[in-house]
């Protein structure tokens, strides 16, 4: 049996719709029929063919990692998973024999391979994924927001890294998971909550998804005015880096309180410079994030929904699978939150 799927066919710029054979799952792999897609950056790299991309990819090679879909076929024995269930699945798979996986610290495995990056992705009618990667959606959920759980996951990880209840809390980057992660900061009860961006589209999105952030072009306005305006004597007790820009990441260096706590979600350029003396006499505390605790990211990104989270605005497009490249052009323009293809 045929499927489409997009396929990065070539080593340069762009992504091929083909027909290819459907796969059969291996033993400890379910096969799963794609009912959603969502587009990620780390797709869009590939799509516009960057230098990360030509060093990682591997063509050709069926891209994309965010997606709901339902079983199809299970080969071998699972407790948790029946055919016909609704899953959405983690997209980084992980040894499951190295010191961190075997004390159930799978996040922390050092031999992870990256669902679409490092093995076939899912931009296809069908695909196959480990049972152990595997999520149950619950059905008060409606299935598209499952389509994006993988940033989503981002943005609870890196949210949740630190004390959030009462905080004061800077975001760099207003990108779909920086606006995320505004939400989840503001569900769990912070105080102020700024997020920064260069582009209004953005700024304007994130006041859409979470009225109560303060929306910040730091082209115009500076974080000092900002502070200021809010009333803050001091720095921001947290800060979520979201933007991969270094004079962001260096700004909020500058706007943290004594002791504050930053997490690193953003993925910096090679030989990026800090004032380390900054972060020494700070007493600031530097947390690396990468992808999502597994599965406790999953466990709260469910339960913060059926608390009232609601994020559902940050998609922003929804359009066929085989439009597929107005929705990267869409991605590349930064005019757009999340983009969910259906098949
Ligand atoms: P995105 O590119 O959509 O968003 C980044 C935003 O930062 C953009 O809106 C951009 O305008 C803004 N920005 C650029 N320079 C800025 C500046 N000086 N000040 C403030 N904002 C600025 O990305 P995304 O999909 O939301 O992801 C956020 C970041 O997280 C990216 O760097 C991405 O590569 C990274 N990421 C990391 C992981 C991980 O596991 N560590 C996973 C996913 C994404
Ligand atoms: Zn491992």
Not at 73 to 78: C, F, K, L, R, V
Not at 159 to 186: N, Q, R, W, Y
Not at 244 to 257: R, Y
Request: glycine share 10%; net charge negative.
């Amino acid at each position: 049996m045929k499927m489409r799927a997009l396929v990065k066919k070539y080593p340069e710029r762009g992504l091929w719709e083909e027909m290819v054979d459907v796969p059969s799952p291996k033993e400890g792999e379910a096969l799963i029929k794609v009912h959603k897609v969502a587009i990620c950056g780390t797709d869009v790299h590939i799509y516009d063919w960057n230098d990360w991309a030509k060093a990682t990819i591997k063509t050709p090679m069926i891209i994309g990692h965010e997606y709901v879909g339902q079983i199809v076929e299970i080969n071998g024995h699972s407790k948790s998973f029946n055919v016909g269930d609704i899953v959405s699945s983690e997209g980084h798979v992980v040894c499951g024999k190295c010191r961190n996986c075997r004390a159930g610290r799978f996040h922390l495995c050092p031999n992870t391979e990256g669902i679409g990056v490092n093995r076939t992705g899912i931009f296809a009618e069908y695909a196959c994924i480990p049972l152990s990667n595997l999520w149950l959606c619950d059905p008060s959920i409606p299935e598209e927001m499952y389509a994006i759980f993988d940033p989503y996951g981002n943005a609870t990880h890196t949210a949740l890294s630190f004390e959030m209840v009462g905080e004061d809390v800077l975001i760099t980057g207003a990108g779909p998971i920086g606006i995320m992660a505004a939400a989840i900061c503001k569900h769990v009860g912070a105080r102020n909550v700024v997020i920064t961006d260069l582009v209004d589209y953005r700024l304007d999105l994130a006041k859409k998804v979470c009225p109560s952030v303060t929306a910040v072009n730091t082209g115009k306005v500076s974080i000092d005015e900002v502070k200021q305006s809010l009333g803050m004597k001091e720095g921001f007790d947290v800060g979520l880096e979201m933007s991969g820009n270094a004079k962001a990441l260096n700004s909020m260096i500058d706007n943290m309180i004594h002791g504050g706590k930053i997490a690193l979600l953003g993925i910096q350029n090679p030989g990026t410079v800090v004032d380390w003396n900054k972060i020494v006499f700070g007493c600031l505390k530097i947390k690396g994030i990468y992808g999502r605790e597994m599965f406790e990211t999953w466990h709260k990104m469910t339960t913060m929904l059926q608390s009232g989270l609601d994020i559902s605005s940050v998609i922003t497009h929804r359009l066929n699978f085989d439009d597929f490249e107005k929705g990267f052009e869409l991605m590349l323009s930064g005019n757009s939150g999340k983009i969910v293809l259906s098949l």
